[in-house]
Nanobody
Framework: QVQLVESGGGLVQPGDSLRLSCAASGFTFSSYAMSWVRQAPGKGLEWVLAINSGGNSTTYADSVKGRFTISRDNAKNTLYLQMNSLKPEDTAVYHC??????????????????????WGKGTPVTVSS
């Protein structure tokens, strides 16, 4: 049974940092590229970052470049999202998603094509003073 379980979300103030985790099971994590996708209240899905299966290539949306970092530990089957300098507009439910294709995880998503095979249920992040 495939599972992606996000954790680490919460309520923080503007300028704070937060680290999200995504624990994977039920598939060969090291063979899958991964994405973080967020959904703000009342809005559609927004792709944020992607990382290839080996962890040596990453792609970032302009809205988070320089503030967010994606990484993975294939030995632990875990994906991470380090979020710094958080802004109120970062408030959203953050989902991790997996697909064998890195292209799927970073290219089509920029045009609204969220075709990744596996998705987690998400963890909420609220940035508010």
């Amino acid at each position: 049974q495939v599972q992606l379980v996000e954790s680490g979300g919460g309520l923080v103030q503007p300028g704070d940092s937060l680290r999200l985790s995504c624990a994977a099971s039920g598939f060969t994590f090291s063979s899958y590229a991964m994405s973080w996708v967020r959904q703000a209240p009342g809005k559609g899905l927004e792709w944020v970052l992607a990382i290839n299966s080996g962890g040596n290539s990453t792609t970032y949306a302009d809205s988070v470049k320089g503030r967010f970092t994606i990484s993975r530990d294939n030995a632990k089957n875990t994906l991470y999202l380090q979020m710094n300098s958080l802004k109120p507009e970062d408030t959203a439910v953050y989902h991790c998603a997996a697909d064998p294709s890195y292209l799927t995880c970073y290219y089509g998503v920029q045009y609204g094509e969220f075709g990744m095979d596996y998705w987690g249920k998400g963890t909420p992040v609220t940035v508010s003073s």
